[in-house]
C-alpha cells in the first residue's frame, strides 16, 4: 500500500481482475459465500412474485419454531418441578433402593437432555411413550379423549360462532337503543362470570331443581348422536356463554368502526336499509379482527375447557391432564400440553392467514 500526496491511501499489492483485499486486519481477500447468495437471491424473488406465499411460511415457520420452544418449556418446567413420581407412587415408607429401582425403570436417571430428545422424537412420530400410572399407551388414550373434547368444541362452535355474529350486526343496527344496551348488559355479566361459577348455577338449576339436562356430563363410545347431545347440553351451553360475549362486542366495535367510512355514508344516502348497509358492505370488510377473535375463542375452546371438564366430569383431555397431575403421570401431562399448546398456537396461525387472505392490501402489498 502506498500513500499518494493528495489521494491518501491507495491499493497496490493486487492485480487487475483479483478480488478486492478485505478491510479486516488479516489482509486476507474476502471470501464470497455462493450458497448463501444464492438462497438469498432465490428468496427474494420467490417473496417479489408469491408475496402472499411468502407471508404464509414465514407464518409457517414462526409457529414451528414456537411450538418447539413451547415444548422444550413443558418438559423443562415439569423437570424443576419438586417432588419424584416414584417417592409418590410407592409412598412415604418406600425405601431409597425401591426409589431408585423405580427411578432406573423409568429411565429418570438418564440426562434430561438425552429423555427430552428420545421424547420429542417420539412425540413428532406421534409415540407420546407409555403412562407411568395405567403402563398403556398414551397416545391411544389421547385419541379417545381428544375426539371427545373435540366433540365438545364443535357443538359449542356451531352455537357461539353464528350467534355472536349475529347479535354484534343487531347491536350496531340498534346502537344507543334498547336492543343495543340490553345486549351490552348481558355480555358484560357474562365476561364477568368466571365459566365454573356458570357451570355450578347451570347445574343447579337445570339439573337439580329442574330436573331437565343431564349431569353429570358422561358419554361413551355405544351412545347415539342424540343421546351424547343430551349429555353435553349444560358444559355447551356453559362453552357457549363464556365466548359468546367476547366475540359479540369485538363484532360490533369493529363493525361500528367500519360504519364510519365514506362508502357507508354513500350507501345511508342512496336510502338502502341499515340492516342491508351492515351485512352487505360494513361486515365483509370489519371481516379481519372479527376472524382474529373468533380464532381466539376457537382456541380456547380446545384449550380452555379443562375447568369445564372437571365441573362436568366430562371424560376428555383437561380431565385427563388434571387427573395424571394428580398422580404426576409426566408423559400424559407432557402430551396434554403440547397437543394443546399445538393446537392454540396453530389456530392463532390459521387466523392470520385468513386475516392475510381477507385484507387486499396484504394480498397484493406493492
Given at each position: ?20 483485499r478485505?478491510?479486516?486486519l ?10 448463501g ?8 424473488r420467490f ?6 406465499a ?7 415457520g ?9 415444548s ?9 418441578l ?18 431408585e429401582n ?15 430428545l ?9 409415540d ?26 364443535f357443538?359449542a362452535?356451531?352455537?357461539s360462532?353464528p ?7 343487531l347491536?350496531v ?18 365476561i364477568?362470570?368466571?365459566e ?11 339439573a337439580v331443581k329442574?330436573g ?8 361413551y ?6 343421546e351424547r ?34 362508502y ?13 348497509i ?6 365483509p370488510?370489519a ?6 377473535v ?29 387427573d ?6 409426566m408423559?400424559?401431562?407432557q ?10 398456537i ?12 381477507a385484507?387486499p ?6
Amino acid at each position: 500500500m502506498e500513500s499518494g500526496p493528495m489521494t491518501g491511501p491507495v491499493l497496490t499489492d493486487g492485480t487487475a481482475g483479483e478480488p478486492p483485499r478485505s478491510a479486516d486486519l488479516s489482509g486476507m481477500p474476502a471470501k464470497p459465500n455462493p450458497t448463501g447468495e444464492i438462497g438469498g437471491t432465490f428468496w427474494r424473488r420467490f417473496v417479489f412474485r408469491r408475496p402472499l406465499a411468502a407471508l404464509i411460511l414465514k407464518r409457517l415457520g414462526l409457529s414451528v419454531g414456537l411450538l418447539f420452544a413451547v415444548s422444550l418449556m413443558i418438559f423443562g418446567g415439569i423437570e424443576a418441578l419438586p417432588g419424584d413420581f416414584a417417592t409418590t407412587y410407592l409412598g412415604q415408607s418406600a425405601t431409597p433402593q425401591a426409589v431408585e429401582n423405580i427411578r432406573k425403570d423409568l429411565g429418570l436417571d438418564r440426562p434430561w437432555s438425552e429423555r427430552y430428545l428420545n421424547w420429542l422424537g417420539g412425540a413428532v412420530q406421534g409415540d407420546f411413550g407409555t403412562s407411568w400410572a395405567s403402563k398403556n399407551s398414551v397416545s391411544e388414550q389421547i385419541g379417545n379423549r381428544l375426539g371427545n373434547s373435540l366433540f365438545l368444541a364443535f357443538f359449542a362452535a356451531l352455537i357461539s360462532v353464528p350467534l355472536a355474529v349475529g347479535l354484534g350486526m343487531l347491536a350496531v343496527q340498534f346502537r344507543n337503543r334498547m336492543p343495543d344496551k340490553i345486549i351490552n348488559v348481558i355480555s358484560l355479566a357474562a365476561i364477568s362470570l368466571p365459566e365454573f361459577f356458570i357451570g355450578y348455577l347451570l347445574i343447579m338449576f337445570f339439573a337439580v331443581k329442574l330436573g331437565v339436562a343431564t349431569f353429570p356430563a358422561t358419554v361413551y363410545e355405544s351412545m347415539s348422536l342424540t343421546e351424547r347431545l343430551s349429555a353435553i347440553a349444560l358444559p355447551v351451553a356453559t362453552l357457549v356463554l363464556v365466548v359468546l360475549a367476547h366475540m359479540m362486542r369485538m363484532t360490533r366495535a369493529a363493525i361500528l368502526n367500519v360504519m364510519s367510512s365514506a362508502y357507508v355514508e354513500t350507501a345511508e344516502l342512496k336510502g338502502l336499509g341499515m340492516f342491508r348497509i351492515i351485512a352487505r358492505h360494513a361486515a365483509p370488510n370489519a371481516v379481519a379482527p372479527v376472524i382474529n377473535v373468533i380464532a381466539l375463542n376457537l382456541a380456547y375452546l380446545v384449550v380452555g375447557v379443562v375447568v369445564v371438564e372437571v365441573v362436568f366430569v366430562y371424560p376428555g383431555m383437561g380431565q385427563y391432564m388434571v387427573d395424571a397431575v394428580t398422580v404426576r403421570d409426566m408423559p400424559v401431562v407432557q402430551a396434554c400440553g403440547l397437543i394443546f399448546a399445538a393446537f392454540y398456537i396453530f389456530l392463532n396461525m390459521a387466523a392470520d392467514i385468513l386475516a392475510i387472505l381477507a385484507n387486499p392490501r396484504l394480498r397484493h402489498p406493492r
